[in-house]
């Protein structure tokens, strides 16, 4: 580890596929337990992003740094970087013929080589930490939306990661589910896990985030905090976005 401010650094990332550029000379500084969302229209580089910096997605030029090392150097170990950079899906991406205690467990034992019985206890603490340990012996099938990505956060915390990345958690789930998981990362924010987290729950972004970045056609348009951007923005297009995502979801409210 080199001594930095930075937990996790990106300089100058583009993402091009084919000729469709995702985005462009992306730069991020995250300090250590910063929660920080990012928000912005649909098809603007905000999954991509996530998975560039969890190296699931190679990057076409730019840098990336866990705690001042270099994990877009050559001959960096990507599956030992993904130890330390938890990612939460959309969909889950349970293995369905595991209970919830297994698929906590699984990464545990195949890619840290715990010992069975180790595991196991760890992997009922993560789950009583986000509230399942009841449910530890439940099939994915035998589980509700809310409480089967519940087992996926339990699963990433499981491997101990210095930063959580979040790609819409909670846009799979029914509206009534959706309280249960945003709980789970309100905690784990107050525990200062530093978490980047893409989601359109602007209830969560205002209450939670440290910093607010607002994403479109690939840029970063703006950044700052949840006051600077939901009370003065100051470009049109946040101004712009923001407002129509209220209405929207105010329009939900309502029915």
Same mark, same amino acid.
């Given at each position: 580890?080199?001594?930095? %401010?930075?937990?996790?650094?990106?300089?100058? $990332?583009? !993402?091009?596929?084919? *000729?469709?550029?995702?985005?462009?000379?992306?730069?991020?500084?995250?300090?250590?337990?910063?929660?920080?969302?990012?928000?912005?229209?649909?098809?603007?580089?905000?999954?991509?992003?996530?998975?560039? $910096?969890?190296?699931?997605? %190679?990057?076409?030029?730019?840098?990336?740094?866990? *705690?001042?090392?270099?994990?877009?150097?050559?001959?960096?170990?990507?599956? /030992?970087?993904?130890? !330390?950079?938890?990612?939460?899906?959309?969909?889950?991406?349970?293995?369905?013929?595991?209970?919830?205690?297994?698929?906590?467990?699984?990464?545990?034992?195949?890619?840290?080589?715990?010992?069975?019985?180790?595991?196991?206890?760890?992997?009922?603490? *993560? $789950?009583?930490?986000?509230?399942?340990?009841?449910?530890?012996?439940?099939? %994915?099938?035998?589980?509700?939306?809310?409480?089967?990505?519940?087992?996926?956060?339990?699963?990433?915390?499981?491997?101990?990661?210095? #930063?959580?990345?979040?790609?819409?958690?909670?846009?799979?789930?029914?509206?009534?589910?959706?309280?249960?998981?945003?709980? #789970?990362?309100? /905690?784990?924010?107050?525990?200062?896990?530093?978490?980047?987290?893409?989601?359109?729950?602007?209830?969560?972004?205002?209450?939670?985030?440290?910093?607010?970045?607002?994403?479109?056609?690939?840029?970063? #348009? *703006?950044?700052?905090?949840?006051?600077?951007?939901?009370?003065? %923005?100051?470009?049109?297009?946040?101004?712009?976005?923001?407002?129509?995502?209220?209405?929207?979801?105010?329009?939900?409210?309502?029915?």
């Amino acid at each position: 580890m080199i001594d930095t %401010p930075y937990i996790l650094q990106a300089k100058n $990332l583009t !993402k091009i596929y084919g *000729e469709n550029v995702i985005f462009k000379d992306i730069s991020l500084d995250v300090h250590k337990g910063e929660t920080i969302v990012i928000i912005g229209p649909s098809g603007t580089g905000k999954s991509t992003l996530l998975r560039c $910096l969890n190296l699931l997605t %190679p990057v076409n030029s730019g840098q990336i740094f866990l *705690e001042g090392e270099e994990i877009t150097a050559h001959g960096v170990d990507h599956d /030992q970087v993904r130890q !330390k950079i938890g990612m939460v899906f959309q969909n889950f991406l349970l293995f369905n013929h595991l209970t919830a205690l297994g698929n906590v467990m699984i990464g545990l034992t195949k890619v840290k080589k715990m010992p069975p019985e180790k595991a196991k206890q760890k992997a009922l603490h *993560e $789950l009583e930490r986000v509230g399942l340990a009841d449910r530890a012996h439940h099939y %994915p099938a035998q589980l509700s939306g809310g409480q089967q990505q519940r087992v996926a956060i339990a699963r990433a915390l499981a491997m101990d990661p210095l #930063v959580m990345l979040f790609d819409e958690p909670t846009s799979a789930l029914d509206p009534e589910l959706i309280g249960e998981v945003l709980g #789970v990362m309100e /905690q784990l924010a107050h525990e200062h896990m530093t978490m980047l987290v893409v989601t359109h729950e602007m209830g969560f972004a205002r209450e939670v985030a440290d910093r607010i970045i607002f994403m479109e056609k690939g840029s970063i #348009v *703006e950044q700052g905090s949840p006051e600077d951007l939901f009370e003065r %923005p100051q470009h049109a297009r946040t101004r712009e976005f923001l407002g129509k995502i209220s209405e929207l979801y105010g329009k939900k409210e309502k029915k």
